[in-house]
């Protein structure tokens, strides 16, 4: 999770992927997976900009 929200940062310059990005590490390193798995089911469900079906 935390690589694309990296790649998609680079892609499109989006802020709210870098802070995502930042959160993760910061979860990351400090070993709360729960939270991390919070955040990614939520981050699942948002529909990106022109690439919906």
Do not use: C, H, P
Not at 17 to 24: A, G, Q, R, T
Not at 31 to 44: C, K, L, P, Q, Y
């Amino acid at each position: 999770m935390r690589d694309f929200s990296w790649k998609y940062f680079t892609l499109t310059g989006d802020v709210e992927s870098f802070m995502l990005y930042k959160e993760m590490k910061q979860l990351g390193a400090e070993g709360r997976t729960d939270t991390i798995d919070s955040v990614n089911e939520e981050f699942a469900t948002l529909e990106l900009d022109g690439t919906s079906s």
